[in-house]
């Protein structure tokens, strides 16, 4: 069972930047062991699909509204993921989930149905 434990969000205004992060436990950390993590925002009345996710060789994937704004990267040592994100807007106002599925796959995919296991979820919210 992996636990996924995200730092707790923020509110930012316009243009402002936040980096949100994960800490995964549950499973044992091997270079033979390939899986994917990913960060998913969910705001009401929308489907959550991520803004970007990571393979744990490298491949990195981003949605179409994170592309040039945010950054995801892995720290193996520490078992974190992070998401970098600057330029914010009000429409990145959501929850955010980190995921995570064993697995590798290039490139990691961007739909929630192929991930296994999920945070709790931390609130970002962008102020105009």
């Known amino acids: 069972q992996v636990h996924l434990v995200e730092s707790v969000g923020d509110s930012v205004q316009t243009g402002g930047s936040l980096r949100l992060s994960c800490v995964a436990s549950g499973y044992t950390s091997s270079r033979y062991i390939n899986y994917c993590m990913g960060w998913f925002p969910h705001a009401p009345g929308k489907e959550r699909e991520a803004v970007a996710t990571?393979?744990?060789?490298?491949?990195?994937n981003y949605g179409d509204a994170a592309k040039g704004r945010f950054t995801i990267s892995l720290d193996k040592a520490k078992n974190t993921l992070y998401l970098q994100m600057n330029s914010l807007k009000p429409e990145d106002t959501a929850m955010y989930y980190c995921?995570?599925?064993?697995?590798?796959?290039?490139?990691?995919?961007?739909?929630?149905?192929?991930?296994?296991?999920w945070g709790q979820g931390t609130q970002v919210t962008v102020s105009a």
């Open positions: 990571l393979d744990s060789n490298g491949p990195t």
């Open positions: 995921a995570f599925r064993f697995g590798g796959w290039k490139p990691p995919p961007l739909t929630e149905l192929e991930y296994k296991y």
